[in-house]
């Protein structure tokens, strides 16, 4: 086993990759021992995995489920019974932070599927372009910058309904413009790069360039920036929630959970520091992992 | 096929992205044409919006004469466009019109609502920045080491937190049990209405005055507010400080200041950090005028009446009026902190003279 | 070797930098032209404008000029996909030249992705041959090679479309002597293979010495004149400032006397 | 701890958005106005629905159902001057011709802008004439001008600040022009109002030099500062801070019952509900019981049918039985055995989301799959009055009825169902949902100004018409309103309908 | 070299990362007089660790250990920090490769370089700034007056680089480190700078360490030379006898270099041989 994992260490260490597909583990192995080098990153992805374990596995993991009321039993402090107790329907506290994982993945999941591709597009473009069109794409991003994004939000919640989907659209919506800023920063110090020029050279379209060259370049810091991000959205969501704006009940969302635990933070501290403790986990593991990721991309730092 | 005009940017500027506002005529027009859009937009969104603030205004049992009636003198009842129109019309009398809700003029509500989320924002920002920037130097300098991670986990803990959470448990904590700051709102009670209104903000207008027991009522009151709002900015702060100060640190002046015998906190203060000054205001101005609709949560919690609970209040039952002019207001105070970082940044930065 | 048939004629380049009321013309109205399988040398002090020249001709600046032709092909307006095939240029920093994220392989495959040429593989093995690099680093990233490596890579990419000139911007100023022994070699090699004509930026007298034939003096965005490399070794220059040039590289550059001695 | 001589109040004032007494639709304008004003009469706060003499010393009903009321010569608005009948008589007028919801009041009782100058006069400076215009039982009458709409406005301030003959309106929004005890010095939405005792006040000088009201949104901040003693009287808040304050020596809390009901809503015009044995059946899956002890617990207390138990008319053992096994039976009969899905509207706030997701869960027992959407008033209401709903929780607001009239009438009548007949603000209007034989009664009762006991007679026949038809309405509580007091206070006493007086009111240690 | 300014022995570097421990410098050992002492050697040979060692201004990543690093009475290696905050600058003085990045761009020259006079001489601000003037006239600025008050990105690289070593100059330290102090330059300016260092060496007994990669260069210029190869280093030669190096690197070196006057098919091509 040892030895294996040996063999298996000096194969991705080894200065001379033989295969392609070698070279790119190597690569990933490279970033990953950077970051399995920060323990504050490394215990951020564990909460972070635990997060996906809990949200794939939950129908077996949550003792109840997340919706059943017994109101006999309403507002039990925690214990052996309700481990983390239970809130103001008798619904078990604990089953319904666990089904919250699934919420909080989606809220991820929707704003890294919008915000990266708006952001990275848009920066890359007006970065590599410049002249009018950059002219006009940063005009629109500062239109959406300084346009209050309750509004914004509020404006889609109210046209397309409310719940938590849509407030999480909205939010991403507002999301994208520092995305951009970032890309086309990044684009412009690499427009002019040499390597980029000799792709120039060999004769390819810009549009090829800013797709396959550009583009990715930027991948790595609009990832890390949206990871930084990412606490930040879900408290906004969160906030939402407490403006009664997003998720609707009975929805085990965290953020709404912890805004209707606050009418009991004086008698039942359980019900909005339970749901409220998670957010703070998660987004914390999220920071962590951002912090660790810009380090271990960025070798340069060192 | 390829035939591109480089042009160079300065560093700086490039890495905070801020546009140009270079020549003073088109800049003006450029904002002039932003602001127009943001508008227009902001109406257009409005009144797309399906909420109807006539029923906040008449209540849900109104019966359908009075429902009509009101709605028509508010003027709901016409085309988008002529609503838009007569709005700009009003606007450039200077007139923001009036609230739906109350009937009062938007004017006379945003003077008493801004000055106190700007008082906020104000002795938030003074604490925020005030700790958060030795807080990220700190934590620069001793970059890897145990201060560095504690300072960068305080930082994301206050990231991590939802703010109101911490709003409650600062009130009960700080007000209830241990009595050392005072409750919600911007002054006890009984002080309402003693020292005349002159500025707006209660804390200047008491020590004009000279009534200190008004003024110290005042500080009690903010203290806590601002704290908890400080913490989150503190968060923000030294974490961007502290990135900053890591790439001056890095740079080879640094070394050469070094070489000639500078000390330690030579380098740091007199060389590093003059360096980021100038992005530092940027942030900060940012993060100071993000405030006047993030506070939202905390004048919530804290009872303060101000620009944020004002706007969503608005927001929330359709108040279009009152909902544009404080987006034309954001927006307004959005470009100039940028206007001014930009001038601060040739005021401050010899490269972009 | 020395056909004399002009391949680069370049009549009257103008470049200019920055927007207007504040102008800079890097470039001058510089004339000049190389024949086939020849080397031409540009030197000049730093910031004269001699990689601009380069940049202008592949057009990755905006230019004016009255002639510009490769080729016999009118250049000016238009670059085909043709001419991407027949100029390639090799940077100055091998450290920016190389996609940092790419490998061997894949630098050099993406010429040939691009222009859709047919036996990429073997091209690719080829030009990795050419350029005397080992098949043990296809597959190694731009930050797992020594300079000196990088910059064959970057060679042999050029080398990919098979071209018939190449411009090499100070190829071998980030570069230890020993290594720019290797890479000079290699591109005599390389000329006498393929019959290469090289447009060469330097600022080293010695290596313009080394590998041209002529060379083209520049100052502040002119040159101020084209003279064989005898007559700039042997005290032919004309112009003030050329053998200012020659007088400081020399004062504090190589002695006379072991110049002798490494005949002998 | 507050002064001895000022009362500070907290609440949230979101809703509080005129203090236009002809235009007031809140609790909480309903109690600023109420100090700020003087109504023609009152009710007596310890006896709900005893009329008591307000600004009118003595009244008399005449045989032809015409009132005549004679002013208390003591009584002068703040502006100095005495009050006159022409001032009562205006006041009522300009309710009329306002258009505002004080007009829909009047409207009932058959006045309107063409008549209410006949109708409403001075007969000399003391006697105010009230004539009939449709026949009303004149208890209705005198009950309803203890409440808001009944305040009297002094005509010639108005008159200073009147514009385009808007008869004051828009400059009354945010001032006074009364007798009340208080003066108005500042109200600023959502944040203060600050009243300040009128020193010359005819029913004599209140006690408190100023009153203070609070915007404070958050109920457990409310909570603290009444703790603290930084507060005298807290409104609104939620119920896990009433009973936590409960077990507070230095507070006291009351309760303000029946201004409203908590009910569920169908619309008949969607095929399930339009069907009688699917609503009957849907009657028998709600927990009522644990619905009212939990879930609106300090914010209703049980009831089973559309008339609270003290109002005459009330029958027992009608309406709400909860039974989990004839809900699926019933609902089984109708041929929905398999359940169907419905959207539930419901306010984004307490109770109203608790409630709706309570009756979620009930529903979802009997195979019924419902999904909630909250929203404001807006966005809960705006469908309802559009009769574009499935189904829907909501409260009516009404402020204190203590006649079976008006309670069958906002929950039960509906005289035109037709879409474009708008009657909006009547729930079985909202409801899609007609039962001619009910409106008859009404009608019938209403007219009958002469025999109290036939009358209640009548509408005891209509109400149980109305739930024997399997109502699409099902209430599930009536509302409670439930506020905190600091024991200091002496002579506190809430009123029923929301005209709290605080001029008597005194504190002590 | 009767008087040792500087003695140096068994200096090593090494960094510790993630992918195992690296020696960047192992065991060098020199003496220093007031002469012009070359390090020679290609890119990563160690060449500016060693002067960095030397002023105790390594990376934080990077560990230093050394026989002795002995600056007159003091030993540099267990110096408190204070000490060598008086020496550097004071004593010895460095000069880093590339004026462009090495000069605070928010600090207008002339300050900079009072600021390097003021920590160690306790002097009016005025008294600073004259030196100051003074000092950038001695390395042949014209207008120090106007220069004084300009940014380093309006400097030309060349103006940038003697800037630099007016700064370092100005508090007249006894060694001064030029770490490839002209490899950027043009030969025109080059040519005036070593001439003024040359000034400095003769006539103020300064002890320069010239670091280098170019050969001809140091050969021309230098006293004595130290090749460096690898950490090490490798030979140890005065100037003018540079051609008689024995040691197969440095003759590679040697042979690699393309000549002016001596034209050749092809370069020689050094073989490294893993022993040295
Ligand atoms: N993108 C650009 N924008 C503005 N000015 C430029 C740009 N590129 C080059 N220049 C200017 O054009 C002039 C010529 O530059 P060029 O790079 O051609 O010089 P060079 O002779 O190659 O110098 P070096 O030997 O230092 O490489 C310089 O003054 C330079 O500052
Ligand atoms: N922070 C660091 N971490 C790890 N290794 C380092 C670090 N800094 C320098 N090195 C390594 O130390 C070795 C010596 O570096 P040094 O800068 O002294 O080389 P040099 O001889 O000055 O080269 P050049 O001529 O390129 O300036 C190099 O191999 C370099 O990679
Ligand atoms: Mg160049
Ligand atoms: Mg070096
Ligand atoms: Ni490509």
């Known amino acids: 086993m040892s030895t294996a994992s040996k063999g298996l260490t000096a194969w991705l260490t080894t200065e001379e990759p033989n295969s392609a597909r070698h070279a790119t583990l190597q690569n990933i192995w490279r970033v990953w021992s950077r970051f399995a080098s920060n323990p504050l990153g490394v215990a951020g992805l564990v909460i972070i995995l635990l997060l996906v374990f809990v949200a794939v596995f939950v129908p077996w993991l949550a003792p109840y489920s997340p919706f059943e009321q017994n109101l006999r039993e309403t507002l039990m402090a925690p214990n052996g019974q309700h481990l983390l107790g239970t809130d103001e329907l008798g619904r078990d506290i604990l089953s319904r932070i666990l089904w ?7 809220i991820v999941a929707i704003v890294s599927v919008i915000v990266a591709p708006i952001g990275l597009i848009v920066g890359c473009l007006a970065g590599y372009y410049g002249g009018w069109l950059d002219t006009i794409l940063m005009r629109v991003t500062e239109l959406f910058l300084s346009f209050p994004s309750l509004i914004l939000a509020l404006a889609f919640v109210a046209a397309l309904g409310p719940n938590l989907n849509n407030a999480i659209i909205a939010i ?46 930027c991948i790595p810091s609009v990832i890390v920036r949206i990871t930084l991000n990412m606490a930040g959205i879900i408290l906004t969501a969160a906030g939402l929630g407490f403006l009664g704006l997003g998720a609707q009940p009975p929805s085990p969302e965290w953020g709404a959970m912890v805004s209707t635990g606050r009418r009991f933070m004086l008698d039942s501290w359980w019900v909005g520091t339970m749901p409220g403790l998670s957010i703070l986990f998660v987004s914390l593991a999220f920071n962590l992992v951002g912090d660790a990721l810009r380090d271990a991309l960025d070798p340069r730092q060192e | 096929m390829v035939n591109q005009v480089e042009t160079a940017i300065s560093p700086a500027k490039r890495r905070l992205g801020l546009r140009k506002y270079s020549r003073f005529g088109g800049s003006l027009a450029s904002v002039l044409t932003t602001l127009f859009l943001l508008v227009l937009l902001t109406f257009i969104i409005g009144r797309l919006m399906p909420i109807d603030p006539v029923i906040a205004v008449v209540g849900p049992d109104a019966d359908q004469a009075t429902y009509l009636k009101v709605k ?5 009842n016409l085309p988008v466009l002529q609503q838009f129109w007569i709005f700009l019309k009003n606007l450039l009398h200077g007139n923001f019109g009036t609230t739906l809700l109350t009937g009062r003029p938007v004017m006379e509500d945003i003077a008493r609502v801004l000055p106190a989320t700007v008082e906020l924002a104000t002795v938030t920002i003074i604490l925020g920045a005030g700790i958060g920037i030795p807080l990220g130097v700190y934590a620069a300098v001793n970059r890897g080491r145990f201060a560095d991670h504690a300072v960068r986990l305080i930082a994301l803990l206050g990231h991590s937190t939802p703010i109101f959470w911490i709003g409650m448990v600062g009130l009960m904590l700080f007000y209830a049990k241990l009595g050392w700051v005072g409750g919600s709102g911007r002054l006890d009670l009984f002080y309402e209405d003693i020292v005349p209104n002159v500025t707006g903000f209660l804390l200047i207008d008491a020590l004009l005055a000279g009534d200190m027991e008004v003024f110290w009522s005042a500080v009690t009151h903010i203290v806590l507010p601002a704290s908890v709002l400080a913490y989150a900015s503190i968060a923000y702060i030294s974490r961007i400080t502290r990135s900053f100060m890591l790439e001056q640190l890095s740079q080879e002046y640094v070394i050469t200041a070094r070489a000639k015998g500078v000390s330690r906190r030579g380098v740091i203060w007199l060389h590093a950090f003059k360096n980021i000054r100038v992005q530092l205001v940027t942030v900060v101005a940012l993060s100071y005028g993000g405030m006047l609709e993030g506070a939202v949560l905390i004048e919530t919690v804290f009872g303060w009446p101000g620009f944020g609970q004002y706007l969503t209040n608005a927001l929330v039952i359709g108040d279009m009026n009152v909902v544009v002019a404080c987006t034309l207001i954001i927006g307004c105070v959005f470009i100039a902190l940028n206007v001014i970082s930009d001038l601060l940044y040739k005021f401050f930065d010899p490269r972009i003279k | 070797m020395n056909t004399a048939t002009p391949i680069i004629e370049i009549e009257d380049l103008t470049v200019t930098f920055g927007v207007d009321g504040d102008e800079r013309r890097a470039v001058d109205g510089v004339s000049f032209s190389v024949n086939r399988g020849e080397t031409f040398g540009l030197v000049g002090e730093s910031g004269s404008g001699k990689s601009t020249i380069l940049r202008a001709i592949t057009g990755l600046v905006a230019n004016e000029a009255k002639v510009m032709r490769l080729a016999g092909a009118d250049i000016r307006k238009t670059r085909g996909k043709d001419f991407y095939r027949k100029v390639q240029m090799v940077f100055q920093d091998p450290y920016e030249a190389l996609h940092p994220r790419h490998t061997v392989w894949r630098q050099l495959m993406e010429p040939a992705r691009i222009q859709n040429i047919q036996g990429a593989e073997a091209r690719g093995h080829a030009a990795l041959d050419a350029v005397g690099l080992s098949r043990s680093l296809l597959w190694r990233y731009p930050h797992q090679l020594s300079g000196g490596q990088r910059q064959r890579v970057a060679i042999a990419r050029a080398l990919m479309s098979d071209p018939e000139i190449l411009l090499l911007d100070e190829p071998t100023s980030a570069l230890d002597v020993s290594v720019q022994a290797e890479i000079l070699n290699l591109l005599c090699d390389l000329q006498d293979e393929r019959g290469l004509t090289y447009l060469m930026v330097t600022h080293d007298l010695g290596v313009v010495a080394h590998m041209c034939k002529r060379t083209a003096v520049m100052q502040a965005g002119v040159i101020v004149e084209t003279l064989g490399v005898d007559a700039l070794v042997h005290g032919g220059a004309t112009q003030e400032y050329t053998r200012k040039l020659i007088a400081a590289s020399e004062a504090y550059g190589e002695d006379p006397h072991d110049a002798a001695q490494a005949r002998a | 701890r507050t002064p001895q001589d000022q009362l500070v109040i907290g609440m949230n004032m979101v809703n509080l958005t005129t203090l236009d007494p002809h235009n007031a639709n809140s609790y909480e304008s309903y109690h600023v106005i109420a100090n700020l ?99 009303v039982a004149p208890s209705l009458k005198l009950n309803a001008l203890t409440r808001v709409y009944g305040a009297v406005l002094d005509r010639e301030v108005i008159a200073k600040h009147e514009k385009d003959g808007d008869m004051g309106r828009g400059w009354l929004a945010s001032n006074a022009a009364g007798s009340g005890p208080f003066t108005l010095n500042r109200w600023n939405p959502n944040d203060i109002v600050v ?3 009128f020193d010359a006040y005819w029913g004599g000088e209140p006690k408190m030099k100023r009153v203070l009201v609070r915007h404070l949104p958050e109920s457990q901040t409310e909570r603290l500062q009444l703790e603290k003693g930084d507060l005298d009287v807290g409104f609104q808040l939620v119920s896990a801070d009433i009973d936590g304050l409960a077990k507070n020596p230095n507070i006291v809390i009351d309760r303000l019952v029946g201004s409203g009901f908590y009910y569920l809503i169908m619309s008949t015009k969607d095929p399930e509900f339009a069907k009688p044995e699917v609503r009957r059946a849907l009657r028998y899956c709600i927990n009522y019981k644990d619905i009212n002890d939990v879930v609106m617990k300090n914010y209703g207390t049980s009831a089973t049918t559309f008339i609270p138990a003290d109002i005459p008319g009330y029958i027992p053992d009608i309406g709400n039985v909860y039974d989990p096994a004839k809900c699926k039976q019933g609902l089984a009969d109708a041929g929905y055995g398999e359940g169907f899905s419905k959207q539930l509207l419901s306010l984004n706030s307490t109770p109203y989301a608790d409630m709706a997701t309570a009756i979620q869960q009930n529903l979802a027992v009997a195979g019924i799959k419902v999904d909630i959407l909250t929203g404001n008033g807006d966005q809960t209401y705006g469908p309802m009055r559009d009769r574009k709903f499935q189904l829907g929780v909501g409260r009516t607001a009404s402020s204190a009825q203590t006649d079976a009239d008006g309670w069958l009438r906002t929950h039960v009548y509906n005289p035109d169902n037709k879409d474009d007949a708008n009657l909006s603000n009547l729930q079985a209007w909202r409801a899609s949902f007609e039962l001619p034989d009910v409106n008859k009664l009404m009608d019938e009762a209403q007219a009958i100004t002469d025999n109290e006991a036939k009358r209640v007679e009548l509408y005891k026949q209509a109400l149980k018409l109305f739930e024997e038809s399997a109502p699409p309405i099902i209430p599930i509580s009536q509302r409670v309103d439930p506020y905190a007091k600091s024991a200091r206070l002496k002579n506190y006493v809430g009123d029923i309908g929301w005209m709290t007086r605080w001029d008597r009111v005194e504190k002590q240690d | 070299m009767t008087d040792t300014l500087l003695s140096v022995r068994d200096l090593k570097i090494s960094f510790h990362g993630a992918s195992g421990t690296f020696d960047a410098v192992r065991g060098v050992s020199f003496d220093l007089g007031r002469e012009k002492l070359g390090i020679v050697g290609e890119s990563g ?26 600056l007159g009475e003091v030993n540099i290696l267990s110096a408190s920090e204070a000490t060598m905050n008086d020496i550097r600058g004071r004593r010895i003085g460095l000069i880093m490769q590339d004026p462009k990045y090495s000069l605070n761009p928010v600090v207008t020259v002339g300050e900079q370089i009072a600021e390097a006079y003021r920590i160690h001489t306790r002097s009016s601000s005025a008294q600073a700034r004259e030196r100051a003037v003074a000092m950038l006239g001695a390395v042949q600025i014209r207008e120090p007056e106007r220069v004084y008050r300009m940014y380093p990105h309006e400097m030309s690289g060349g103006m940038g680089q003697r800037i630099m070593i007016a700064m ?84 590679g070196l040697l042979d690699a270099m393309p000549r002016i006057h001596t034209p050749r098919k092809r370069l020689p091509v050094l073989t490294r041989d893993a022993a040295w």
């Open chain 5, 168 to 251: 370092m100059l100005v508090s007249e330290p006894e060694i001064l480190i030029a770490d490839e102090a002209t490899s950027a330059l043009d030969v025109t300016v080059r040519l005036e700078i070593l001439n003024l260092l040359n000034d400095m060496v003769q006539k103020r007994g300064l002890g320069l360490i010239f670091i280098s990669h170019d050969l001809n260069l140091v050969r021309r210029f230098c006293d004595r030379v130290l090749i460096m190869y690898r950490g090490r280093v490798v030979e140890t030669l005065k100037a003018s006898d540079l051609d008689q190096a024995t040691h197969p690197y440095t003759r």
């Open chain 1, 100 to 106: 919250g994982s699934r919420i909080t993945l989606s």
């Open chain 4, 195 to 197: 009243l300040s005792r």
């Open chain 2, 72 to 76: 028509q003198e508010l003027g709901l």
């Open chain 5, 45 to 70: 040979s160690g060449k500016s660790m060693t002067g960095r060692a030397i002023m105790r201004l390594t990376p934080p990543a990077a560990m230093v250990r050394a026989e002795r690093i002995q």
């Open chain 4, 37 to 135: 004003y003087d109504t023609l009469l009152r009710s007596d706060p310890n006896t709900p629905g005893k009329v008591v003499p307000g600004l009118a010393k003595s009244w008399t009903v005449l045989p032809d159902g015409t009132l005549e009321f004679t002013l208390d010569e003591r009584a002068t608005f703040q502006s100095g001057r005495k009050i006159t009948a022409a001032d009562v008589a205006y006041s009522f007028q300009r309710a009329v011709k306002l258009g505002l919801l004080a007009r829909a009041y009047y409207a009932n009782w058959g006045y309107d802008a063409a008549n209410v100058d006949q109708k409403f006069r001075a007969k000399d400076d003391r006697t105010f004439v009230m004539e009939v215009a449709t026949p």
């Open chain 1, 172 to 217: 991403a919506l507002t999301q994208w413009p520092p995305i951009a800023r970032l890309a086309r920063a990044e684009s412009l110090s690499l427009r002019n790069r040499d390597h980029i020029s000799a792709v120039r050279l060999m004769g390819a379209s810009s549009l090829h360039i800013v797709i396959a060259h550009i583009a990715p370049l």
